[in-house]
């Protein structure tokens, strides 16, 4: 699986230093055409920025939007849905970003060419409500890899992307609480970040339930090696851990207790490794027809499947959060806690997002399973922690986020001068 980590990033930012000095010298001499706007998405053709650029393409016929992919995947993948496409790093990326008046994004400025955005009214969407610290609230994101200049350098990694920041024009929340955690995480001040909802989780409350539930259904075993039918569905997506593995791969004992569950249940198991996350799961999904791997190869944008989904298990993503507004029951499976949320810092106590239920193995995660089966009032705490959670962070769930995301982005971009 591919690894990702914070110090390979920064190397690679601070290798890319005279690129964006020659980025900013273009954005000088290139006038940008308000009509014009682009769009990107770091996991794929998905998440927030498509469902702001669907909403944009409806509302104005007369703009000219394009997406810009990562690479020839998402270009088919976004041509198969009749979006204009280039590669963002291709010159014609480069001069659409410079050219374009809007720039959205959902993890960072290298979700578009991220050397052609100064001067542009960047709307950054970003990719979920955190619960691990971001940004400038994590010492993690400036962690370089070079130890002898490791202080100098991160001050002026924290100073690059203070500055970086500034040119976000707005940045959608879920809700205030949110709104305050990404204000200090990003370094922008209260009239930027906007509690409008977030476009992503539109496809989650749009519809009757059955209507989203079918269509969630029919997504999700196009993403499949193998039609699931009516089976119980149950999805194990960890989050990334920063180039490190995820310590709560079943162990060989626990693979065959997984499948005599999920056998005895009617049900499968969707294993969602993280994006940039290192695991191994190869030896369960072999070993059992029971258990498959949706992939983000298969399916970059995990929301619109999250209604066929019958029960989550998580540990810090903020896919439970997501998750939530379904209904359904999480559990949490948390080996790590005390090393991971003594390293990467959380925004709120970690027994307050899992609602103290949390155990270390996938033993103690079959044991819940049996007793969510067989004792209703325990299985009625596992929903309503899910509700707790859905109304402490969502402030919208009527299905509108992107109409009041693109709303106050046009408000803004007609006072300008």
């Known amino acids: 699986m591919p690894g990702f980590s914070f110090a390979s990033g920064n190397a690679k930012k601070l290798a890319a230093l005279p690129l964006y000095a020659l980025g900013a010298l273009a954005s000088v001499f290139v006038a940008r055409v308000d009509d014009l706007w682009v769009f990107g998405c770091g996991s794929g053709v998905g998440e927030g920025s498509l469902a702001l650029f669907r909403f944009a393409r409806q509302a104005d016929a007369t703009l000219r939007l394009t997406w810009l992919a990562r690479d020839e995947r998402d270009l088919a993948a976004a041509r198969a849905l009749g979006i204009p496409a280039v590669l963002k790093l291709s010159r014609h990326g480069l ?37 691990k610290l971001i940004q400038l609230d994590s010492a993690a994101t400036t962690r370089i890899s070079v130890p002898v200049v490791s202080a100098q350098v991160r001050g002026l990694l924290r100073r690059f992307y203070r500055r970086g920041y500034r040119s976000i024009a707005l ?65 194990y997506a960890p989050t990334w851990r920063d180039g490190e593995a995820d310590p709560a791969v079943p162990t060989d004992e626990e693979w065959a207790r997984i499948d005599a569950w999920l056998r005895d249940a009617g049900a499968m198991l969707l294993v969602r ?36 989904i019958d029960l989550l298990v998580t540990d810090y993503s903020s896919v439970a959060f997501d998750y939530s507004l379904t209904g359904g029951p999480i559990l949490f499976i948390a080996p790590d806690q005390e090393s991971y949320t003594g390293s990467r810092g959380l925004y709120e106590p970690y027994r307050e997002f899992s609602g103290g239920r949390e155990v270390r193995s996938w033993s103690g995660v079959l044991d819940q399973l049996s007793r969510f089966d067989s004792d209703a009032d325990w299985a009625e705490i596992v929903r309503a922690h899910s509700a707790a959670l859905a109304s402490r962070h969502f402030a919208f769930r009527d299905g509108r986020n992107t109409e009041r995301v693109y709303s106050e982005l046009a408000r803004r971009l007609k006072a300008r001068p």
């Open 273 to 308: 490794p993280h994006p940039n996350g290192v695991g191994d799961y190869a030896a369960g999904i072999a070993g059992s027809p029971n258990i498959q791997l949706l992939s983000s190869a298969r399916q970059s944008d995990l929301t619109p499947v999250l209604d066929a």
């Open 171 to 235: 940045m959608p929340a879920a809700s205030e609480l949110v709104a305050q955690r990404l204000r200090t995480a990003f370094a922008l001040p209260a009239d930027r970040v906007v509690v409008t909802g977030d476009p992503r989780d539109d496809v989650l409350s749009n519809g009757p339930a059955l209507e989203r539930s079918s269509l969630a259904r029919q997504v999700l075993t196009a993403a499949l090696d193998t039609d699931p039918g009516d089976s119980r569905l149950v999805l």
């Open 95 to 131: 001069w659409l970003t410079l050219r374009a008046r809007v720039v959205v994004v959902t993890h960072g400025f290298g979700d578009v060419n991220r050397f052609g955005q100064r001067g542009a009214v960047v709307v950054q969407l970003w990719h979920g409500i955190p619960l």
